[in-house]
């Protein structure tokens, strides 16, 4: 971004303290600009045509809207906009709302001001690269074009991978990115003990058959959970899971990929055939990892492995869970030790994650569990914006 190229901000928010306040923390950087400020629906959505503005700050509550229902309003005119929300103490309701209607993520007030202007300049970023190289905005697309292959991976079992893989899809899913999550362990897969619904067909009954479905069959054979999220569970024995090939899922992956937006895989912690498959085809590559030095020792192992297979460290996602545990690693000695940045950090709260675990409530979906949920609605973002960026460099033009 050129040192001129200001980012242009549109403020929507009937409280004129906040709107200020927000100006306020944003006047001091020299390649940020608050273009407009407006107080209600009506107003923001006229602003937003008029300023064509890179960010949009805006409350979830207006005196003649929601703000959830205006972004969706300002999307349709503008695909690429970048909304922001900010909200005091979201609860998963909120999260929820803000993932459905577009929103390209969430400010908690009161809004601290290193993180208002980083997620600023991220959300500008994204907005760029989605319409560089062609001088005007694009027609209206899904946020990402069909089938990316999300790979969730922990080499340490207990670091909350399918914890992690399991309310990432769900937050991904919605009517413009329809997803499905497979549980891809071969034996003890437990992504369907976490979630409610019906479990369909499992991993064994349709990857050795892969080369004989169509993907419409494949789609109906998939089990439903909550919000809509298509499910297709691990093997029910250990023998069944000998049935899962490399070449049957890697066809059955293709097949997923013609019907869905997303495909979340959830790994296992060993490395086999099937496995490779899967990180091949995958467009980015979630880690997770604790803070401790077995994880750290794993994960190095692990992305010296992706070296070797000639897959790129671009694809790879570190995710750094219970990351304030006590006594434990701190964030920068765990980037420090691996060379590798960590790109998000989930809290540790033991209680909550166990409830989620045993009750099969999804933690983003639980009221009690609004800063678990936040961070993995940012997880979210971070994956919708690499996914955003993969696409924006793949049609934009050679100079």
């Known amino acids: 971004m050129a040192p001129t190229d200001k980012v242009r901000v549109l403020i929507v928010d009937d409280n004129e303290a906040k709107a200020q306040n927000l100006s306020r923390l944003l006047q001091f950087e020299p390649d940020i600009a608050v273009a407009g400020v407006a107080e209600d629906g009506a107003g923001g959505l006229r602003l937003a045509a008029e300023l064509a503005p890179d960010v949009i700050l805006m409350d979830t509550r207006l005196p003649d809207t929601d703000g959830f229902a205006l972004t969706e309003r300002i999307l349709k005119q503008d695909p690429c906009a970048q909304i922001l929300f900010s909200a005091l103490d979201p609860d998963s309701a909120l999260i929820e709302k803000a993932t459905d209607s577009g ?14 202007v980083e997620k600023v300049r991220r959300a500008a970023e994204r907005r760029r690269a989605l319409t560089r190289g062609t001088g005007k905005l694009p027609e ?4 990402v074009s069909a089938g990316e292959i999300v790979a969730v991976y922990s080499g340490r079992g207990g670091t909350g991978c399918t914890t992690i893989a399991t309310n990432l899809a769900l937050v991904l899913q919605t009517e413009a990115t329809p997803t499905a999550l497979v549980d891809a362990h071969r034996q003890y897969g437990d ?3 976490l979630v409610k619904g019906s479990s369909g067909y499992t991993l064994d009954d349709l990857a050795p058959k892969a080369h004989e479905l169509d993907r419409e069959s494949v789609r109906e054979m998939l089990g439903t959970c909550e919000r809509g999220l298509r499910l297709l569970p691990a093997p029910q024995s250990l023998e069944a899971g000998e049935l899962v090939t490399a070449d049957g899922l ?8 013609s019907e869905f937006g997303y495909v979340v895989c959830d790994l296992p912690s060993y490395i086999d055939d099937p496995e490779i498959a899967v990180l091949e085809a995958a467009s980015l590559i979630v880690v997770v990892l604790g803070p401790d030095i077995p994880s750290v020792k794993n ?26 545990r006590r006594g434990e690693l701190r964030v920068e000695q765990v980037a420090r030790a691996l060379r590798f940045p960590i790109s998000a950090e989930i809290p540790f709260d033991r209680d909550l994650v166990l409830r989620s675990i045993n009750r099969g409530e999804p933690l983003v979906l639980d009221k009690k569990a609004q800063l678990l949920a936040k961070s993995i ?8 914006e690499r996914l955003l960026l993969k696409q924006g460099d793949a049609v934009t033009p050679a100079d």
């Open 103 to 116: 929103a390209a993520g969430f400010l908690v007030r009161p809004v601290e001001g290193e993180k208002l």
């Open 140 to 143: 209206p697309l899904a946020p």
């Open 191 to 193: 992504v369907a003990a």
């Open 250 to 257: 890697r066809t059955l992956l293709q097949l997923l990929q």
């Open 299 to 324: 994960t190095r192992l692990f992305l010296t492995t992706l070296e070797r297979l000639g897959l790129p460290a671009e694809r790879v996602l570190l995710v750094l869970n219970q990351a304030d």
């Open 377 to 384: 609605l940012d997880l979210a973002g971070l994956v919708r």
